[in-house]
C-alpha cells in the first residue's frame, strides 16, 4: 500500500515511508523476519483481520519485498518471504526496537544490559518454547555455520564485541562505560577453558557479535578460541529471535544473553540479564544439568 501524500519523489525517506509507512506493515515484516510465514499463522500472531493483512502482504508482493512461495496445490496455499530487498529491512526494524527499547520502555541511557523484570527481560525470556528460525551465519573463516549445532544442545552466547589486542578498530570511544559491554573476552576464554564440561553433556558452544568475521577470526586466533563464532552482522538472528540490542560507534550491537537450544531448534533456557560475564558459563552448565531432570527454565 502506497502513501502519495508523503511519496516526495525527491525524499527517500518519504518513498520508503510510501511501502512500508503503516505500523501494520511493519509488524508483518517483523513476523516474517521471525519466521512465521503462513497467512494464517501470521494473522494469529497479529490479530489481525485477515482483510488487513491480505492488503499488507499484497501491497509488500507488489513491491517485490516480499515472495509468495507455494506449499500447496490442493487448494492452492503459499507461504510468504523476505526478498533481498525485504532483508535490507531488517537495520530498520532493529532501529526501532532499540530506540522503543531505550527511549519507551527505557530511561533513554544507552546500556549493554538491563535489569532484573524489565519489559525488556521479560520479552526475551519470552523466547522460551520458541524455535530458531533455520539460517546461516558467517563464520570466522568466510564460511556459513548453522547457529544451532547438530548435537543434543546448543549453547548460543551473544556479546557486544571482542577484539584483539592492537586490531583497528579496537574497542569503540567509551566501551568500559557502557553498562554491561565489558567483560566478553573473559566470557569467551572461560567458555573456552570449560568447553571439556559441555562437551561431556552434549553440548555444542557458538558465540555470536554483530562484528565482521575478520574481527572475530582475529580475536579467536589471539585467545586460542576454538569453537565458532559467528556473526549476524546482516542482523538476520538478532531480528528473527528479536533479541536486545544498542548502538555504540554506529554499529548495533547485541547485549550479552545466552540461549541453551536443543536438537529440535527450540530454545529451552535464557540467560538474561548477564551480570557476571564469567559466572555464566557455570550457569549456562547448570542449566544443561537441569534441563536433562526437567522443563525449560529461565535465569
Not at 491480505?54 to 512461495?69: D, I, P, Q
Not at 526494524?93 to 530511561?107: E, K, S
Request: proline share 7%; charged share 20%.
Amino acid at each position: 500500500m502506497r502513501y502519495p501524500d508523503v511519496a516526495d519523489g525527491d525524499c527517500a525517506i518519504a518513498q520508503a515511508l510510501g511501502v512500508v509507512g503503516d505500523w501494520w506493515t511493519l509488524l508483518v515484516l517483523r513476523d516474517l523476519a521471525g519466521g512465521i510465514t503462513r497467512f494464517s499463522d501470521l494473522a494469529d500472531e497479529l490479530g489481525i483481520s485477515r482483510k488487513v493483512l491480505t492488503e499488507r502482504l499484497g501491497a509488500l508482493v507488489e513491491h517485490e519485498v516480499v515472495e509468495r512461495r507455494p506449499y500447496s496445490d490442493r487448494p492452492p496455499r503459499y507461504e510468504y518471504h523476505l526478498t533481498e530487498k525485504g532483508r535490507g529491512l531488517l537495520p530498520v526494524l532493529v532501529a526501532l526496537q532499540d530506540w522503543g527499547g531505550r527511549f519507551l520502555l527505557g530511561d533513554g541511557s544507552l546500556t549493554a544490559t538491563t535489569t532484573a523484570g524489565s519489559a525488556e527481560a521479560v520479552r526475551v525470556h519470552g523466547l522460551v518454547g520458541h524455535r530458531v528460525p533455520p539460517q546461516l551465519l558467517a563464520d570466522r573463516r568466510n564460511g556459513r555455520t548453522d547457529p544451532v549445532a547438530g548435537t543434543e544442545w546448543t549453547v548460543l552466547y551473544c556479546f557486544p564485541g571482542a577484539w584483539a589486542p592492537g586490531t583497528t578498530p579496537g574497542n569503540p570511544p567509551g566501551w568500559d562505560t557502557i553498562p554491561g559491554a565489558p567483560g566478553c573476552t573473559l566470557e569467551s576464554s572461560t567458555f573456552r577453558d570449560r568447553l571439556p564440561g559441555f562437551a561431556d553433556r552434549g553440548a555444542t558452544v557458538h558465540g555470536v557479535s554483530t562484528q565482521r568475521p575478520d574481527q572475530l577470526d582475529a580475536f579467536a586466533e589471539h585467545h586460542r578460541i576454538p569453537f565458532s563464532l559467528l556473526s549476524d552482522q546482516d542482523l538476520e538472528l538478532t531480528t528473527a529471535l528479536r533479541l536486545p540490542t544498542f548502538r555504540a560507534a554506529g554499529v548495533d550491537r547485541l547485549k550479552r544473553l545466552t540461549l541453551v537450544i536443543d536438537r529440535a531448534r527450540t530454545i529451552r533456557a535464557v540467560l538474561y540479564p548477564i551480570s557476571d560475564p564469567a559466572g555464566s558459563v557455570s550457569d549456562a552448565l547448570a542449566h544443561l544439568d537441569a534441563l536433562s531432570h526437567g522443563p525449560a527454565a529461565s535465569g
